[in-house]
Nanobody, 117 residues
């Protein structure tokens, strides 16, 4: 069982920055990738950014150039640096870990990010 603990959400003005953290623990298998998804009210959950074990990254078009995903392997932690935040970035952000040969997905509890004008 993999536990994902998120932190770093909050309220920020448009144009500001936040950094989300997600610490993974309890995995007996290789973590193939970790990433961040978000879900705004009335919308489907969508991928924001992902980072594979090999170091490849994938970003939603809406956040390219503003967000950056990174990791600290020693701490089993992935970060999402969010800059130039926009009102439309307001959502609950969920950490995801894809684990093992079958690619099972684990989710964090979610952290609220609210961007105000």
């Amino acid at each position: 069982q993999v536990q994902l603990v998120e932190s770093g959400g909050g309220l920020v003005q448009a144009g500001g920055s936040l950094r989300l953290s997600c610490a993974a623990s309890g995995s007996r298998f290789v973590i193939n990738a970790m990433g961040w998804y978000r879900q705004a009210p009335g919308k489907q959950r969508e991928l924001v950014a992902a980072l594979t074990f090999g170091g490849s990254t994938n970003y939603a078009d809406s956040v390219k150039g503003r967000f950056a995903i990174s990791r600290d392997n020693a701490k089993n932690t992935v970060y999402l640096q969010m800059n130039s935040l926009k009102l439309e970035d307001t959502a609950v952000y969920y950490c995801n870990a894809n684990v093992g040969i079958y690619g099972y997905n684990y989710w964090g509890q979610g952290t609220q990010v609210t961007v105000s004008s």
